[in-house]
């Protein structure tokens, strides 16, 4: 009988033991996996290429040579997976080798789950935009002068820069700065993508932002003569505009 009781007792410390080892491996072998993001611009339906000759949709001559963005609030179902990131574009878009590929963004550490929607804001929330530049630690993706607007106190959600034939003579004497920001501007993202994440993998997926239909495609088409660079307060129904476009042009 007492030797029935100590294997007993062995047999549960063994069992406690193989628990408590298979918790740690658990543990050290990670509980999450990545998301790998690929970004590609496009114009109507066409991988864009920086500098690049394209028809603006009135038919004039246009290229662009700049395009960056703020995401913030990255949501996989209920989750926050990513606060806030600033995404610069223009180089991941040089060639059509480049563009093809697109813009490469991983989110790190993300519960292992099947999600049916990603969601986003295009931009800075408004909790982050009343704050400033310097209150931020270097590195951070809210430290930076250039992309904030202290006359508006308000960061930069989206730069899109270009030249454009204004007469049909040839030459490209209009440059656009079409720049948004702005509490007004802020635009959430909602996307139907099957991502599903598992432990100690990367997921790929995919984003194309459409600059033709941010623009206004053939349909209602942006006035560039109106307000080729957005630069004042004054400009706020030109950015509200461009910023409500955003939904249609992402997908």
């Not at 704050?131 to 960061?155: I, Q, T």
């Not at 950015?239 to 939904?247: D, G, H, Q, T």
Request: proline share 3%.
């Amino acid at each position: 009988m007492k030797t029935h009781r100590i294997i007993h007792k062995i047999s549960l410390f063994a069992l406690v033991l193989f628990t408590v080892c298979g918790c740690c491996d658990n543990e050290e072998s990670g509980q999450t996996g990545d998301l790998n993001l690929s970004i590609n611009l496009i114009y109507d339906n066409e991988p864009l290429v920086m500098f690049q000759d394209y028809q603006y949709p009135d038919g004039r001559t246009i290229n662009f040579s700049k395009f960056s963005m703020y995401t913030s609030d990255v949501t996989l179902g209920t989750n926050i997976v990513s606060d806030i990131a600033f995404h610069n574009l223009t180089n991941s878009h040089v060639d059509l080798s480049s563009a093809t590929e697109g813009y490469d963004w991983t989110i790190n550490e993300i519960e292992p789950n099947s999600y049916a929607n990603l969601s986003f804001g295009l931009g800075v929330n408004e909790t982050q935009n009343a704050k400033d530049p310097g209150v931020f630690e270097s590195g951070h993706p809210l430290a930076k002068p250039a992309e904030h607007w202290f006359s508006w106190s308000s960061f930069i959600f989206l730069k899109l820069e270009a030249n454009m034939d204004s007469n049909g003579d040839g030459v490209k004497d209009l440059p656009i700065s079409l720049h948004l920001g702005a509490d007004d501007a802020y635009r959430i993202i909602s996307l139907d993508k099957n991502i599903e994440i598992k432990a100690d993998e990367a997921t790929e997926s995919n984003i194309t932002i459409d600059i033709f239909k941010f623009l206004g495609g053939s349909e209602s088409t942006y006035d560039v003569d109106a307000n080729p660079q957005i630069h004042s307060l004054e400009q706020k129904d030109a950015v509200v505009e461009l910023a409500s476009n955003l939904i249609e042009s992402i997908k």
